[in-house]
């Protein structure tokens, strides 16, 4: 059997249709679903904080500004989505609202918490969320049939986002300086993106796979994320980086 064929298989033999089905379901599908969507929910939550906190007071017009107040509402959906899968299995999200941003366990964005400049905020749109995406599409195949549902509309807004983040980077890049820019932006952003997919040694990660509730390791993942957001990359006239420079996660 193929890899692709085993992910495949695994998706079709098992199908969680709602919470009653979930309770019956073994402890380590229940912890694994919990886990992956209270990463994803707080994810969300702080990506709504980052557009207020961090690229609102960057934008350098109105309409930018605009755009930040529409991307953080947007998040603030995503949370609010994840938040009511969780609570029909008995899942309280409520207290990350009161959380600070250091206090959020699951899905810290420090990467982010240093970008100083538009170009930084048009590049972690442009791969940081693309890579995020990624990882949506593979829950939108989830086994449990609530991520799946509350997938859909989320990956609408994503790609929006990344959409956003592609033109800021393609307008800077149009002038020679700019481009150069660019690429020193690229060279800080490429490697902390290629960290949200986890560690390759990873012991959840088959787990996740074996259980339906992803398609891809997240060896498997960073590589076909790799493989789709180069070309793009590419078009821009930027060179991507090594895959293994400056990494925290292998």
Same mark, same amino acid.
Request: one cysteine or more; hydrophobic letters at 40%.
């Given at each position: ?28 599908y229940?912890?694994? @679903? ?8 707080e ?18 017009n109105?309409?930018?500004? #605009?755009v930040?107040c ?12 994840? #938040? ?7 899942i309280?999200?409520?207290y990350?609202?009161?959380?600070h ?12 918490r240093?970008?100083?400049n ?26 449990? #049939?609530?991520i ?14 990344v ?19 660019a690429?020193k ?7 902390i993106?290629?960290d949200?997919?986890?560690s390759?040694?990873? #012991?959840?990660?088959?787990l996740y796979?074996k ?6 390791t ?7 994320f ?6 793009? @990359?590419?078009?821009?006239?930027l ?12």
């Amino acid at each position: 059997m193929t890899e692709q064929t085993a992910h495949a298989a695994a998706q079709e033999r098992l199908n969680v249709p709602d919470a009653t089905a979930f309770r019956a379901m073994p402890d380590e599908y229940q912890e694994l @679903v919990i886990h992956q969507l209270r990463a994803h929910t707080e994810g969300e939550l702080t990506g709504a904080d980052d557009y207020i906190q961090i690229f609102y007071p960057l934008a350098p017009n109105a309409y930018e500004r #605009k755009v930040c107040c529409e991307r953080a509402a947007e998040e603030m959906d995503h949370y609010i989505r994840g #938040k009511l899968v969780l609570d029909e299995i008995g899942i309280d999200t409520a207290y990350m609202l009161q959380q600070h941003i250091d206090q959020r366990e699951f899905y810290r964005t420090e990467g982010v918490r240093r970008i100083e400049n538009w170009l930084g905020r048009g590049m972690f749109s442009f791969i940081g969320e693309a890579a995020v995406l990624a990882q949506i599409h593979e829950m939108s195949k989830s086994s449990y #049939k609530p991520i799946a549902d509350m997938c859909t509309s989320v990956i609408i807004d994503e790609h929006n986002h990344v959409a956003q983040g592609y033109r800021i980077v393609w307008e800077i890049c149009q002038t020679e300086e700019g481009l150069a820019d660019a690429q020193k932006m690229l060279e800080k952003a490429w490697p902390i993106t290629l960290d949200l997919f986890g560690s390759s040694e990873s #012991k959840r990660s088959p787990l996740y796979v074996k259980w339906g509730l992803r398609q891809y390791t997240n060896e498997e993942a960073r590589a076909r994320f790799i493989k789709q957001i180069t070309p793009r @990359v590419e078009v821009l006239g930027l060179k991507v980086p090594e895959d293994a420079a400056n990494r925290k996660f292998l």
